[in-house]
């Protein structure tokens, strides 16, 4: 009975009032986040006049346009992209709702939580650095380079983190 309370309590302190510190590292990121967003931006409204009326909206696999749209849609990315970073945000700073994957106990809770925390960081910047391409690659090839490079930034960060985390659950 004793146990079932003392679990029910940790699991309740899990998920409601954990609270992971925000490092270096994620303060560093944050910021290169928001600078590059602005970037985004910036660039593409200085540049606006000189796009041509269509623009490439759809890449194939080695970088080619295969699909177009009006001037308006080279919105859509930097769009996409500033939801995307604040639903991440978000996540970010609800440990409760992440998917451990690892047993999570009084020892290791900080450090799993802070690995993912990492993790969560690094899949932001990645995702902003991906979207950003592509915005400023507005009206141009994306290169045959870059798919095989953002697939290998975002599972190489997945797989990096996964093999950090369950070090971190052991330890």
């Keep these: 009975m004793i146990q079932d309370r003392e679990k029910a309590m940790y699991s309740e302190y899990k998920l409601n009032e954990i609270e992971i510190p925000e490092t270096k590292y994620h303060k560093m990121i944050k910021w290169l986040c928001i600078g590059i967003q602005t970037g985004v931006v910036l660039y593409l409204f200085f540049i606006w006049k000189n796009l041509p009326d269509s623009v490439p909206t759809h890449y194939n696999v080695i970088g080619e346009a295969d699909g177009y749209g009006g001037k308006w849609t080279v919105w859509i990315t930097p769009a996409v992209m500033l ?89």
Excluded at 89 to 108: C, D, F, H, M, Q
Excluded at 112 to 118: A, F, Q, S
Excluded at 158 to 170: E, N, P, R
């Design 83 to 171: 939801l995307m970073y604040q639903f991440l945000a978000l996540i970010e700073r609800r440990p409760g709702w992440w998917n451990t994957s690892v047993k999570i106990t009084r020892e290791n809770c900080i450090k799993v939580y802070g690995m993912l925390k990492n993790m969560i960081v690094t899949m932001k910047f990645i995702m902003i650095l991906i979207f950003g391409y592509i915005s400023v690659c507005a009206g141009k090839m994306l290169g045959r380079w870059f798919l095989p490079v953002s697939m290998i930034l975002t599972f190489g960060c997945i797989i990096i983190f996964s093999v950090l985390l369950l070090k971190a659950s052991k330890d």
